[in-house]
């Protein structure tokens, strides 16, 4: 008996080899038919033998390529089509119909072994891929993924490619970036004026000559420029600091050639290891050995280290000549400016900054930042989602309506929904300048091309002056009949964000510790407790608010919110060491502003009251980036103390409902140890001890009154390893559920995500969006 199907494959099976793989299996079982590539999915009809089609139908999942990841198959019975042999057939566009796009996918096995066999036609290459690995998000400029329509397209394949690509049973079959030195991109080394570096046998030796000689590099990847030198060289790696300016002490990653360089300054554990290793190739953040041989400037004042292995075969070549153990490698950009991505923009922009540019002809149609991912309490926690991840969608539970989510402002990231997709942008960075506006607007309607989606509604933070806000207005305003706007509160995104990701459909005691997030009061909020879902939330419990002095300004002078609690605990009698400290000038100033009240809103952040206790430490005054101040006391803490100091929860009067978290015992009992001289160590892990002490015995209490036992961890706060490592399972241990981040961040790079979720579930339910302040 005969049986004739058409199966539709949907999920991540384009460009990771899927078709060669059905082919195989097809003609392995004696079947005709064909496979092809369309906007809604992998299409494949086979007929045969019935018990060869079941096997068939069987081994598909079974047995799909590893890169691949099948969300659906439909398997639809008709008449026979009469086909007399197994075919992969063009790819077919349907209209208004999307798949999933796959990231940038790190060197593969078999890749490398060609590459480094001497015999091979590939030897060295720095441009071998094949359907398992190889550039994807970062050359793709619109679908189907069809090499015409990628930055591949500039190049002709010479007959030996063109052989094995269009060989069925070729590893590279269908490969779009398939190339080899006869045909494909090549390299070049550039002096950092843009001239030629003059001609060498081996561009890539050259490069690692002059790293070992102490120059700086600007190198082209896959989704933008890195800066690198050697990471040992404390002279090179000071003067890459000080040529990049601006950005103060921000810690450099690193690349080096295997885990086996990386253990030598770094501990990895195994979940670690095997995040190194994995197909996505993130940075991860290892805890720095003792004597670490990179050159301490490169992550100053940290702990630990952020490490990749390398992704692109190039790396690989430049790493395997490289005598150090690491080589610094760090975005090529200027200032808060996106990467950079272009030849000539790297060379207009870092010809200051770069001795040498190592340039290549392959075009990079997409911006992708490396990730950077932590090991919390053994669980991964994406910090920066970019590179090998974006743009895979996170599946929902429930179909969303067609949705732009805007994001906030720092580490901004957008979000579109369609079906049960939500697509998070690729990391874009802080929405402050013109640069980053544009980038983030192109990529807007990149990803509304790629995914065909047209959006009906626009989730914006509460936030008035965001650019992201004012963005969101801007688009409603062009075309008012067709977007609806919708405001959500910042701290419900962040909660809702962490519920969608870990698929909690019900309430639950949201904790979301930030620096900065709008209120529904005006204020700034940034320690709240909030009973959520995904319709609204009641604000619970929050720290009590204290006024910011010099509103923003506060924010990159911790030396401002550190006077403000000490004013808000001793008044004008501020002990005598702190105004010796910041000066009495400066420091009656501030106290002047306080006491009138003169710009200075009010927040409840526990972003700022890190500040502060940084300030009062004397650790930090003013920071070159955000949270500076608050990581660089998490590092000192000792983590053997378990001391903490006193802190106050009660009712407020007006609000019965509303819990204040009052730190004014805190700040006495540090300023007492301060006195006694205590290691500032010490002082450290007994602040942190508090905040771990106030959060669980708040979750207790909005438990008692509420019922409700599950509670869900965010904000950029919580990525504090200190805090989140005995947070969670301090609730754990008193019975709470405890959800937290894995795969979306838990900073402001994960509001999209949470705006995305919240208004699909409003505007789908019909439900009015209730907020309770
Ligand atoms: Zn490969
Ligand atoms: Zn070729
Ligand atoms: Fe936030």
Redesign the pocket.
Known sequence: MNKTVTIIVKGIVQGVGFRPFVYRLATGLALNGFVLNSSSGVIIEVEGEEKAVDIFLESLPRYAPPLSNIENIEVISHPSNNLKSFEIRESVEEKGRFVPVSPDIG??S??LSEMLSPADRRYKYPFI??T???PRFTIIQDIPYDRRMTTMSKFSMCVDCANEYGDQSDRRYHAQPDACRECGPSIQLLRGNGVGAGPSACPIQQTTILLQQGNIIAIKGIGGFHLACDAANDAAVAELRKRKGREGNKPFAVMSLDLDKVKQYCEVNEKEAHLLTSSEKPIVLLKKLPNCLISADVAPKNNYLGVMLPYTPLHYLLLAEFHGCALVMTSGNVADQPLIKDNHEAIEKLKDIADYILVHNRDIHNRCDDSIISVLYSKESIIRRARGYAPLPIALKFNSRQILAVGAELKNTFCLTKDNYAFISQHIGDLKNYETLHYYKENIEHFKRLFRIEPEIIAHDLHPNYLSTRFAQEYHNLQPITYNLQPIQHHHAHIASCMAENGVDEKVIGVAMDGIGYGTDGNIWGCEFLLTDYSGFERMAHLKYIPMPGGDKATEQPWRMAISYLYSVYGEAIPSRFLKRWGDEKTLFIMKMLKQGLNSPLTSSAGRLFDAVSGILGLRDVVDYEAQAAIELEMIADGYENRGYGFEIREQREKENTLIIDPTKTILDIVHDIELDINPSIISARFHNTVIGWTLETCRRVRDKTGINKTALSGGVLQNRYLFERIKPGLEEQGFECFSHSRVPSNDGGISFGQAVIASRITVHGLQLSVYG
């Open positions: 060197i593969c078999d890749c891929n094949c398992n690995c190889g």
